[in-house]
């Protein structure tokens, strides 16, 4: 037995019309069921039942056109007044400003407001090194101990042992 895998591009893409039309006319011809005829197309019997139905239903064994997908209910509205008032503000600040704004069915995760953010076009900037707080010598900096009587910002003495 061999394993198949379901998930690649394929998969997303329609059959042929005339594909279609050849396997359900063999169906409704009575060349086989549709285990027998599924195994001959090389298709799941599943779908040949559903393009079975389909015909018997609109006539047309056609694919349908896209369901379109899930739409992020974010009102588009209140987030662009919520940047414009705080515009620095970091991704969570800005998403909780936003929840206090809508009803409690309309919040957000920060995950799901800096996706919309995305998508309403904003660019997300990063605050600068000087402003980041973390611990030292993470900035940039060179390590070490400056010379005696060195000018401020030059490079550290070296200690040899």
């Avoid at 169906?27 to 799941?44: P, Q, T």
């Amino acid at each position: 037995m061999t394993l198949q895998l379901y998930f690649n591009d394929v998969m997303s893409q329609s059959c042929d019309v005339g594909f279609r039309e050849r396997a359900v006319t063999a169906y409704n011809a009575g060349e086989g069921g549709y285990h027998d005829l599924a195994r001959l197309f090389d298709i799941g019997y599943r779908t040949l039942q559903r393009w079975v139905a389909q015909e018997r239903a609109t006539g047309s064994v056609a694919p349908r056109p896209d369901g379109g997908g899930w739409r992020c209910p974010i009102d588009l509205k209140v987030l662009e007044a919520v940047v414009r008032e705080a515009p620095d503000d970091t991704v969570a600040e800005l998403c909780r400003t936003y929840n206090r704004r809508v009803p409690r069915a309309a919040r957000m995760t920060r995950t799901s407001f800096g996706r919309a953010m995305r998508r309403a076009d904003f660019v997300l900037k990063k605050t600068p090194a000087a402003k980041r707080v973390g611990p030292p010598g993470r900035d940039g900096e060179t390590r070490g101990v400056p010379e005696v009587g060195a000018p401020p910002g030059s490079a550290p003495a070296r200690v040899s042992r």
